[in-house]
């Protein structure tokens, strides 16, 4: 995973956890403010009210023909008389309580029933306004408080991850850098040994201590070409091109029988023939390689190495079976660096290499393991890669 992915997701997630612990605070706090709405509520209406008697107060009836009640935008009020029959109201929804003092329903209906003084305000008894209690505002404070925390928090865990990061970045540049200078020392003595290997058995026979240094340099060779892989996969675009894949694996398969022979391993195949594929030559070798080398690397001395090539109508299937130590954590073995037996050697990388060609090109694995029993690599090419065999 990228540096940067890593500090986006794990911000997210915490982000999240501080979210998810801000939730009691806040209900506390939208029930505390929406209190306080209603306080303020019951102030408007009180208001209003005011307005109401103030209008009545001055209304006189020897002097006014008629009196004009107040109407008002948001607020609805009416005169009631002592057993809260309407002499005239303009609250067109049922009231649940008929007590002075003010009340909210549990249909957000709020009113304010105000006593007034026997036969003075055309025969009433009680002044009620009322209004509908929308706690809008109170939401959307609380949303943009909520929002403000998350940015805020998200940012915040974002910063310090990137900061905290900085000396593991460093140490990983440090370590790419390293085999960087490897694959550069690495080659030029690797070629020469493989060389002057080549023309010694050409004119001299064989010899199988010639032949353990042939098979420990093609080991070293799989090491020196994922390290070249690595440096090179973010400054070249690798090409698609037909490959007869069955010629292919059985030239992987030949390479690689002097080092299962270190271990009296043999590699036994079962291939279909004119399996065609469109892909890159060097990713599949990258995939190739990795398997088999690991195959042998981790079986049991003595045992056999299975690969195997099938072509179905829509899809192609490589398999790499073993028999030896098996897998204890199958997600773990592509992350990079990662080595289940550090015992065996190697970088950790040509898995997490393998796993980057299989996303980029959309190649399904299933992997299949139990301890000291062995392990199942099986790789799925999708159809748009695999082509149908000349008949």
Do not use: W
């Amino acid at each position: 995973m990228k540096d940067s992915q890593y500090a986006l997701k794990n911000a997210a997630l915490y982000t999240g956890l501080i979210t998810v612990i801000l939730l009691a605070p806040l209900y506390v706090y939208t029930v505390y403010m929406k209190q306080i709405h209603g306080i303020q509520n019951e102030l408007m209406l009180k208001q209003h009210a005011s307005r109401i008697i103030s209008a009545m107060e001055e209304y006189d009836e020897n002097r006014d023909n008629y009196f004009e009640y107040p109407r008002f935008k948001r607020i609805v009020s009416g005169l009631y008389d002592l057993h809260f029959k309407p002499v005239f109201t303009l609250i067109d929804f049922p009231m649940e309580h008929f007590a002075a003092g003010y009340h909210i329903d549990e249909s957000r209906s709020a009113y304010l029933i105000i006593p007034l003084p026997r036969e003075r305000y055309f025969g009433a008894e009680y002044l009620i306004v009322a209004n509908h209690l929308n706690y809008a505002p109170v939401y959307e404070r609380v949303a943009v408080i909520l929002i403000a925390i998350v940015v805020l928090v998200f940012f915040l865990s974002l910063l310090f991850l990137q900061r905290f990061a900085l000396p593991f970045k460093r140490v990983n540049q440090k370590l790419d850098n390293f085999i960087k200078d490897t694959v550069h020392e690495i080659n030029t003595p690797l070629s020469i040994i493989n060389i002057n290997i080549d023309l010694y058995n050409r004119k001299n026979p064989q010899s199988k201590y010639l032949q353990r240094i042939k098979a420990a340099s093609k080991t070293l060779s799989n090491i020196y070409n994922d390290m070249e892989y690595l440096i090179k996969n973010r400054q070249i675009v690798f090409e698609y091109d037909d490959i007869d894949v069955s010629a292919f694996v059985r030239e992987r398969i030949l390479y690689f029988n002097e080092v299962a022979a270190m271990k009296g391993i043999t590699i036994a195949s079962e291939i279909d023939e004119g399996v065609i594929l469109h892909f890159n030559q060097t990713q599949l070798q990258r995939i190739i390689d990795n398997n088999i080398s690991n195959a042998i690397k981790y079986s049991h001395e003595n045992s056999i190495v299975e690969v195997a090539l099938k072509q179905y109508d829509h899809r192609c299937e490589l398999t790499f079976k073993d028999y030896g130590l098996g897998i204890e954590n199958t997600e773990k073995i592509f992350e990079r660096y990662y080595r289940e037996e550090t015992g065996k050697g190697g970088f950790g990388i040509g898995l997490n290499i393998v796993k980057a060609i299989m996303e980029e090109a959309g190649i399904a694995l299933e992997v299949t393991s139990a301890p000291q029993q062995g392990s199942t690599f099986t790789y799925v090419f999708p159809p748009e890669l695999c082509q149908k065999p000349a008949i």
